[in-house]
């Protein structure tokens, strides 16, 4: 292969990608316009509160605040262990 294939090689892959930036830049564009202007954070809390409620998140938060009442217990105890106590 020449420099001159490589090289128109190399130009033809730029325009390429270029034309893909162009079009994903379309695409978020596009995207962006129908999101909503501006959302309260009351309203992404309340919203997120209540996805939690209906789905698997309420059981996930009940364990995460299981294992964190118990973390004190278990810091003792690997104290305790590794002071040989």
């Given at each position: ?9 190399v ?21 962006i316009q129908?999101?909503?202007?501006e959302?309260?954070?009351?309203d992404?809390i ?18 995460s ?5 118990e ?15």
């Amino acid at each position: 292969m020449s420099g001159s294939d490589i090289e128109s090689d190399v130009e033809r892959r730029l325009a390429q990608l270029e034309a893909d930036s162009d079009a994903r830049r379309r695409q978020l564009s596009g995207v962006i316009q129908g999101l909503p202007a501006e959302v309260s954070r009351r309203d992404v809390i309340r919203d997120s509160l209540g996805d939690l409620r209906s789905g698997s998140g309420m059981s996930v938060l009940r364990r995460s605040a299981a294992t964190i009442r118990e973390l004190p217990r278990r810091v003792t105890g690997w104290v305790r262990t590794s002071l040989g106590r």
